[in-house]
């Protein structure tokens, strides 16, 4: 499998469930990112991974928890979510040396009822 | 503060005509630019990329963009659009070495017969 890969393509929860995100790159690239993608609204960066350490946290609210436990994965745990959450969240990875060059998965559609 | 705007929320071309989408782009310094194309229900796609050097870059699908400092444009082209193109296109600016690449809001291509 090459490419970008993240599960589950959909997602419906409650507010009160847990459920989390999940991202894997096959690529050798060392860097990772959650993206967040709203209507009528620009890509809102949410996290960046380099090398495993968390580089850029965007004010994202707390029930959202990224981990990283090596440089081909990537979570997104999530934890009583509100309605305006939902939205498509969409995993991408770069080189370490960053070009701003970004390879995007399909992306989970989540739905918070 | 970088940011990058996308005038047009919507265009409408017929098949076989062509094509401009406009990108402004507002930055310190050069940054690296990108155009994306986001098919419905899928992840982004890089169609091409500016760093440095001639001014014009040729892209995939028969795509190609100048970068114009004086304007601090990156407006996209394509000499005669097909059905399959209709799709929503996000232009991108990243920093050197940096991490946070910014979007624009969009614009979605429609495409008539």
């Known amino acids: 499998e090459t490419g970008v890969t993240q599960t589950p393509r959909h997602l419906v929860m409650g507010m009160t469930n847990k459920k989390s995100l999940k991202c894997e790159q096959h690529?050798?690239?060392?860097?990772m990112y959650w993206y967040k993608q709203s209507a009528k609204k620009p890509l809102e960066l949410m996290f960046v991974y380099n090398f495993k350490e968390q580089t850029e946290n965007n004010s994202v609210p707390s029930r959202f928890s990224p981990e990283c436990p090596n440089s081909s994965h990537l979570f997104l745990h999530l934890h009583t979510l509100q309605p305006e959450d939902s939205a498509l969240y969409l995993c991408?990875?770069?080189?370490?040396?960053?070009?701003?060059?970004?390879?995007f998965g399909e992306g989970s559609r989540l739905t918070v009822l | 503060a970088q940011s990058v705007t996308q005038p047009d929320i919507h265009i409408t071309v017929s098949e076989g005509a062509s094509l401009e989408l406009r990108c402004n782009y507002s930055?310190?310094?050069?940054?690296?630019l990108f155009w994306y194309v986001q098919s419905p229900g899928q992840g982004l796609q890089l169609l091409l990329k500016y760093f440095s050097g001639d001014t014009l870059v040729q892209g995939i699908k028969g795509f190609e963009a100048e970068f114009k400092r004086s304007q601090s444009s990156f407006n996209l082209r394509k000499p005669s659009v097909h059905w399959s193109d209709a799709a929503e296109y996000f232009c991108a600016v990243a920093p050197e070495g940096g991490f946070n690449t910014i979007f624009g809001a969009g614009t979605r291509l429609f495409v008539k017969a």
């Open positions: 690529l050798g690239h060392n860097a």
């Open positions: 991408a990875s770069s080189q370490e040396q960053n070009t701003g060059e970004l390879f």
């Open positions: 930055y310190g310094a050069t940054p690296y």
